[in-house]
């Protein structure tokens, strides 16, 4: 089988949120599916041990974001590579509670409010079906696709997220200095940079999820 291949199916980039005595939680995923029209309902997909998996199975209402193709790296950073568990990923993000949801507006195009009306048990992971109770425009920016983020912003599937494959193909040419992110999987290589790994400043972070220069093991 050539997990690659399914790489040809399409997604989009989204940050879920939900709130849980008074704390806002939160998780990039690319997996949102609308399933019916009228009444919509929409399904998405996180892996169960996903923080924000456990914490949705308890509210049972969500905000999604529809990102746009301006979001920053930052952001995606932010809520993707990290748990809310241990780190506040709104403190420096743009968001508005709405029906005490913290929606991030920050880089979205639109987004979406439901409630949690079943939840289907798949292996690894948990398809949550919710019904939309809102939904709002925001801007007319075009929606960032996975294959936009892979391509333009050299983003790396976390090994949470439903579409991630082992493994994922680095040709590695060991004549070549390359420097691994131990966060998100960022590869830095010297022979496709203007600077050497090692010149780079000390608060040089990393491009996709924002740690410093000591997360990253050299290959
Ligand atoms: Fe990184």
């Given at each position: 089988m050539n997990l690659q291949a399914l790489n040809n199916i399409s997604y989009g980039m989204y940050i879920i949120t939900t709130e849980d005595n008074n704390k806002n939680i939160g998780c990039i995923i690319n997996t949102v599916t609308q399933i019916t029209s009228e009444k919509p309902i929409i399904s998405i997909s996180l892996n169960k041990e996903n923080y924000t998996n456990e914490i949705l199975k308890k509210t049972k209402k969500c905000s999604i974001s529809?990102?746009?193709?301006?979001?920053?790296?930052?952001?995606?950073?932010?809520?993707?590579?990290?748990?809310?568990?241990?780190?506040?990923?709104?403190?420096?993000?743009?968001?508005?509670?709405?029906?005490?949801?913290?929606?991030?507006?920050?880089?979205?195009?639109?987004?979406?409010?439901?409630?949690?009306?079943?939840?289907?048990?798949?292996?690894?992971?948990?398809?949550?079906?919710?019904?939309?109770k809102k939904v709002e425009q925001l801007t007319n920016d075009t929606p960032m696709t996975y294959k936009y983020y892979h391509e333009v912003l050299k983003g790396k599937s976390p090994s949470k997220a439903p579409t991630y494959i082992k493994e994922e193909n680095i040709n590695l040419n060991k004549e070549e200095n390359k420097y691994k992110c131990t966060v998100c999987g960022y590869i830095y290589d010297d022979a496709k940079e203007k600077i050497k790994f090692e010149d780079l400043k000390d608060d040089w972070k990393c491009p996709i999820c924002g740690v410093g220069k000591d997360k990253f093991i050299k290959l």
């Open positions: 529809i990102l746009s193709e301006k979001t920053n790296k930052e952001l995606i950073g932010r809520f993707g590579y990290f748990s809310s568990k241990n780190t506040d990923k709104f403190k420096d993000t743009i968001y508005e509670k709405i029906d005490n949801l913290p929606v991030v507006k920050e880089s979205s195009c639109a987004y979406i409010i439901g409630d949690v009306i079943d939840i289907i048990n798949v292996e690894t992971h948990d398809i949550f079906l919710i019904r939309v």
